[in-house]
């Protein structure tokens, strides 16, 4: 018989798994060029621009080091020697 | 003949089949990276044969739970049988890299096998319900899951990432489009490192089968070592030859894709096979590679997917089982015809072998100019839609001119 519900579980977790990653990539990428774009201003000393910048930029790296432990866990997963238990 | 003889030809042929499994599947993972430039052709396919390689050590888990479910019990998998399967899914697997279709090994390798079990035992050695569940209908559900993925993340992607012409003029810097590509490069390596836990052990599982039915192992409960040495080289080699025609279909022939699109495809299709591995419902990574392709080329605005080679890809899937069935059924009889029937079956297999290579060499592609036929397909792109746009302006200044005569 075909497993419905696990199928249905992969579908769920395949379309939500891949969006949020993809969306937190993309927002890292964002606010990384948002940071780009106010460095000028940050140069010339205005502190909004140098507050927003920093914001954004470690908003950016925030969302790498998601994607980073996304990628972890992915080897992880598919390393079976940490999980040998299963 | 000498069973000796016999287990060394079914060896050499499975590690051959490995060998067509790695090239054939390069693909899945590098392809979205060489067609945006990621990754060079050459660097690109030398980290997936790495990834391949490190991968088919570190699992041999898979191995022991080869596709025999789909063949019912009681039916004995001799050497001489699991040949004729093997004559199959090779000679089906080069049909469709010549054909440049991506296709699923591992259903050409089952596809094989049944035909094999069909020609020694009959319609009564197949358990059908479990082909029905195993094969044809994850066939259906595996682009269709990563599709939907792939085309909702790229879509995320350029939203999340849009800037106004006038913003960017202002100060010069971009959307950081081009930098997905940075991310590419770590997402095609995942996927190639789980192709390599998954792919190489059904060699491994098809020769631990062999030798436990002829008797020079005692149980299926390990793998040799020179088993796995043997069959992660093979792959490794395999997938380091690059099938480059299928790369070109997979990162050209079915959308024209580009970073944000690439990244998207490749984590979906990474994300959809770690889910369907770990939650209990397998999957090609083959067809969720593609659908993924499908799904990222129709989410970007202006993309799109060339419906007749998708059309292509699917009927290859459809064929790839009873065609590996049909080639492996009739080289079971071939076995069977008399006592020299595996030898004389090996002699055709390779015969048929080199003459698929002879033709490929017609119109060769290779590393050297993948990528330009890549960049070359990417330019004559258009969608029915923009060609009738196109037609009906020409139609209108071709009005315009006549007009302007009078």
């Known amino acids: 018989m075909i497993e419905w519900n696990n199928l249905f579980l992969v579908a769920i977790v395949a379309i939500v798994g891949s969006t949020v990653l993809v969306a937190s990539f993309s927002l890292g990428m964002r606010w990384l060029t948002n940071a780009r774009h106010l460095v000028p201003g940050a140069k010339k000393g205005k502190s909004k621009a140098i507050r927003a910048e920093v914001l954004n930029r470690s908003a950016a790296y925030m969302m790498f080091t998601i994607c980073a432990s996304a990628l972890i866990y992915g080897i992880y997963l598919i390393v079976p020697y940490f999980h040998l238990d299963k | ?406």
Do not use: C
């Open chain 2, 1 to 406: 003949m000498d069973p000796i003889l016999i287990v060394g030809l079914v060896v050499a042929l499975a590690l051959f089949f490995d060998f067509t499994n790695g090239f054939h599947d390069t693909a899945n993972s590098s392809a979205t990276a060489i067609a945006t430039g990621a990754l060079k052709p050459r660097t690109a396919v030398i980290i997936a044969a790495l990834m391949n390689l490190v991968g088919a050590f570190l699992s041999t888990a898979v191995a022991k739970t080869i596709s025999v479910s789909l063949i019912n019990e009681g039916v004995n998998l001799g050497a001489e049988m699991v040949f004729a399967g093997l004559t199959g899914a090779i000679l089906w697997n080069l049909t469709t890299w010549l054909l440049g279709l991506p296709s699923s090994s591992s259903h050409a390798l089952f596809g094989g096998l049944i035909g094999a079990a069909l020609a020694y035992a009959g319609v009564a050695a197949i358990n059908f319900p479990k082909v029905l569940e195993k094969v044809i209908f994850p066939a259906l559900f595996a682009p269709l899951v990563a599709g939907i993925a792939a085309f909702l993340a790229t879509r995320l992607a350029y939203l999340i990432t849009a800037r106004s012409q006038a913003q960017r003029k202002k100060t010069g810097i971009g959307t950081g489009r081009a930098s997905f590509k940075i991310g590419q490069v770590f997402s095609s390596s995942l996927v190639a490192l789980s192709h390599g836990t998954n792919d190489a052990q059904k060699t491994m599982g098809v020769i631990t089968l062999v030798l436990v039915t002829s008797g020079l192992q005692a149980d299926g409960n390990h793998v040799e070592w020179w088993v796995i040495i043997s069959a992660a080289l093979a792959i490794a080699l395999g997938t380091y030859s690059g099938g480059w025609r299928i790369i070109k279909t997979m990162g050209s022939g079915l959308a024209e894709i580009k970073p944000p699109q690439g990244l998207s495809a490749e984590v979906a299709t990474g994300v959809t096979i770690l889910a369907s591995s770990n939650l209990g419902f397998a999957l090609s990574t083959t067809q969720v590679a593609s659908g993924s392709v499908m799904g990222a080329g129709l989410g970007r605005k202006g993309g799109a997917v060339r419906w007749s080679k998708a059309g292509q890809v699917f009927a290859g899937w459809f064929f790839t089982l009873p065609a590996a069935g049909a080639v492996g059924a009739l080289s079971a009889f071939l076995t069977m015809s008399s006592p020299y029937g595996l030898l004389i079956d090996a002699v055709v297999t390779i015969g048929a072998i080199l003459a698929i290579f002879q033709v490929s060499r017609r119109n060769r592609i290779g590393h050297h100019n993948v990528l330009s036929e890549v960049e070359g397909a990417s330019e004559v792109v258009a969608s029915p839609r923009q060609v009738r746009a196109a037609q009906a302006k020409a139609a209108r200044a071709a009005k315009a001119a006549k007009k302007g005569k009078k």
